[in-house]
């Protein structure tokens, strides 16, 4: 028996609910008006009435499941208790926190999706009989939360939808909901429908966080986040780790592994047999309901499922000690359209890997369902030492924007009723005959640093990984000379190669360790040390760049393959005229792949100088400008990267610029430390190079520049600056004598104010901005955004009405075009922003004062003002469209930001 802390109403079971909202008659589905029903999509399709899909309960699926001979699955945690479950991560105790997508498509249309109604919960199996029948919920009340990821104890980090922070939530307390919400890290997030939007903040083995879409990982320091950009991981729904802690992300709609071969910091290179003959076709069970996006020319007739995979989700590469060996360090994914878990073993030859279908021979896969209603959507290896499925067990599982209406996926779920297929899911584990699971519980987050460094010698990888993770949290030093005996002497391989990165995450690692094991007799300890010593060379010692040309000539290819990587990316000198000597030695194929594309790499585009990017001529000649003087000038103290140069011992001469929040804050924090310098500890902390000379005789073009460059390279993410806001910083501040001072300086600019229930945000018009969108003018506030959907005419406004008076001072908004193709030499995309605008503020909503107005020529708009007290703020369209003939030209608003004067 399954009880919970959950607050849950007795009632009928969710599975008789569902089946009770089932139509007693039997859905006539009618050729959609314009169909061509001899078209590919069309042709042959079956639309005669059908009876509806009814879901099963647990007990009930589990009979439907088909396993290799010797496994087996049983449910571990079911609904009522859990709704929807999306995926699945266990804290250094061993609890397991659910992350909860409630609103995931509960209609066709996606109604409500961006409904604060999803949440976390956390799991117990406190009797130690296999079942988490114990839970409470961690955090309530979130718009389709993006990941769950442990943290440390009793907490978590997390983001929604539409959102740019990642929030860190603890529970204070004890009774297992988080009653602390603190921001970790900010411009995180993009913009999309809900499939299209980062995912998985993923704690590797070299303590970076990754993620799914964005293309740079971030961790936490003594100095705040920092950011490095990375390769492109062209992944939606997954990310996981081998031993030796390479990457491997999961592409959503192309159903394939991706990114796998090499670390993905290393950047993107391409190759050739990713994948075995036969890899793409899914061997799935035939349930012949042929619910797939693509139409029936995708239909396998063999089993009514895809002929390609077309919707992976959730990946695992398995590290634990309870299932047969030959299961080790394969890679586990789901595919929750053909109803199928996959097992892929990746071969490795001349260093470069090939993925194969284990069960590519037997034409099958480790797993699969004759139930339609299976939807693996993650797996997990678990702390028993059992690999976990996380089942969603939904009607539809595929976004709505690719089932409106005329669309064949439409026809299929009417015609089978998925859609009153909801609020049901189930964490599954598999086990096997000849293993028993693992019923040690964890206990982690109540031992030290030093009684924790005995678990990186653990068989099973996720002991291992949680253990070198709260090690490095713990930022205790004192357990060094510990770990260093590990590295050197234990004949654990394993175990050396988290203790190593346990020294690199506390900053204990020294040189003269790392010049040992780059002679290791283990080749796998030479290609771990070179990754790791890429944190000192960066931090200045440069003594490694001769080691890491000389290692060119290893008799391991992949030791070889690993120095051409580490010195591209740290542009050792002398590397490239190295690699030709090895080209000419080592006719092995990884080294030719990634050898030849080092020294031969495409052509490197400015991101400004693509077509489709959203800036004008002005303001690509600005970033010309900004790239060329902070080359020039900058380089000097906050290095190529943006992360500071460093001058040894760990130090660096200047603040790091890369991922920095105050640059990427109110531009004024820029501008004005750009114009008139700044010196003294930067918040709390003093660098070696003192002081920042102002630049106030240059011209508002040339500070605009470089502010533009900073503030949208370097990993940032921020607007460009134009010369106007660099003139009006001018004026305001021509009083300011000397360098500002941080505290001065900081409580100057103005503050960001931050929406929340208590402000009413209205508009005269207001549409959905995407299919499932909520059609709210506060999507203006975040990615969603908001839309008139309508021409632009004069008399349109949006309003903000704020809890109290306040002082505001500026209001900035994005206005994105509308595409036009996603193809290089595609059009421009058609502009959005208002043609003519008005802004009016007022204490009691009667009497207005007019404070900006203007006329828009780009996307990036700000509407700067002197500070004013105001309650409410209210945009208005002054003018008409005039010559522009498109069909239509809409008024849309994105990532609204409300500046306010708070401090004196």
Known sequence: MISSCVSKEKGPHPVDQVIGAMSDS?????????????????????????????????????????????????????????????????????????????????????????????????????????????????????????????????????????????????????????????????????????????????????????????AFRIRETDNGIIRENTGFNRAQWGVTHDDDGKLSFLGGASGLPSQFQFPVHYGNFKYEENYAEGFEEPWGAPVKVADLQEGMDRVSERTGGPTRVTGAAGNDIYRGDRLPKEMYGQL???????????????????????????????????????????????????????????????GIIQEGNWAQEGTYLRAKIKQYQLDKVIGLGRIWRITHDDFTRDTTKPNMLEKTPAELVQFLEHKNGWWRDKAQQLIVLSKDNSIAPALEEIVKQNDNLLARFHALWCLEGLGSLKSELLVELLQDSNPRMRIQAMRASETLYKAGDKSFAELYLNMLSDKNVDVVIQAMLTGNILEVTGLHSAIENALKSNMAKGVQTIGGQILNPEEAKNWWDDSRANVTDNQKKQLNKGQVIFNELCVQCHGVDGLGAPIGEGLIMAPPLAGSNRLQGHPEYVIKTLLHGLQ??????????????????????????????????????????????????????????????????????????????????????????????????????????????????????????????????????????????????????????????????????IKWTTVDKGVCQQSNIVMAFDAVKAKYLKIIQTSELKDEKQEKYPWTMREMKLYGVTKI
């Open 332 to 394: 586990f994914y789901g595919e929750p359209v053909a109803r199928i878990v996959r097992q892929v073993n990746p071969v490795v030859t001349e260093g470069l890997t090939t993925l194969h279908n284990a069960y590519q021979d037997e034409k099958s896969e480790f797993l699969k369902s004759t139930d339609p209603l299976f939807r693996p959507v993650d797996l997990t290896t678990a702390p028993d030492g059992t690999l976990y499925v996380t089942d969603m067990y939904h």
């Open 26 to 214: 039997l859905p006539k589905i009618v050729i959609p008006e314009g169909v061509d029903i001899t078209s590919d999509d069309w042709a042959g399709i079956d639309l005669e009435p059908k009876a509806p899909i009814l879901p099963l309960k647990a007990e009930e699926e589990v009979e439907k499941f088909i396993l290799p001979e010797g496994y087996h699955i049983e449910p571990i945690l079911t609904e009522p208790e859990i709704e929807q479950p999306a995926a699945i991560a266990f804290d250094g105790d061993g609890k397991m926190f659910v992350l909860e997508l409630r609103t995931y498509m509960l209609t066709v249309d996606s109604d409500k999706t961006l409904e604060p109604e999803s949440r976390i919960s956390r799991w117990e199996d406190k009797d130690n009989d296999g079942v988490y029948e114990t839970g409470t919920v961690f955090v309530d009340g979130l718009i389709f939360p993006r990941f769950v990821l442990p943290y440390g104890k009793d907490c978590v980090l997390t983001m929604e939808s539409d959102a740019d922070i990642v929030y860190k939530y603890t529970d204070t307390t004890g009774d297992g909901k988080a009653d602390k919400k603190e921001f970790f890290t900010d411009n995180y997030g993009r913009s999309g429908n809900v499939e299209h939007q980062q995912a998985f903040m993923y704690y590797n083995m070299d303590n970076w966080l990754y993620s799914t879409y964005n």
């Open 680 to 845: 003294g500890p930067l918040a709390g902390k003093t660098y070696p190079a003192g002081i920042m000379v102002g630049n106030k005789e240059q011209s508002d073009d040339w500070i605009a520049s470089i502010a533009s460059y900073i503030r949208t390279n370097l990993s940032n993410e921020a607007t460009v600056v134009s010369e106007e806001e660099v003139a009006k910083v001018r004026s305001k501040t021509k009083a300011q004598d000397g360098y500002y001072e941080y505290d001065g300086l900081i409580n100057s600019v103005p503050e960001l104010m931050v929406p929340d229930d208590s402000w009413a945000i209205s508009a005269s018009h207001a549409v959905q901005t995407r299919v499932g969108g909520s059609a709210s003018a506060a999507g203006a506030f975040n990615f969603e955004g908001w839309s008139t959907g309508e021409n632009q005419e004069k008399g349109m406004w949006f309003q903000i009405e704020l809890p109290e008076v306040a002082t505001v001072t500026e209001l900035r908004y994005v206005s994105p075009g509308i595409s036009q193709g996603w193809r290089e030499g595609s059009p421009p995309p058609l502009p959005t922003y208002p043609r003519a605008y008005e802004l009016q503020v007022s204490e009691d909503g």
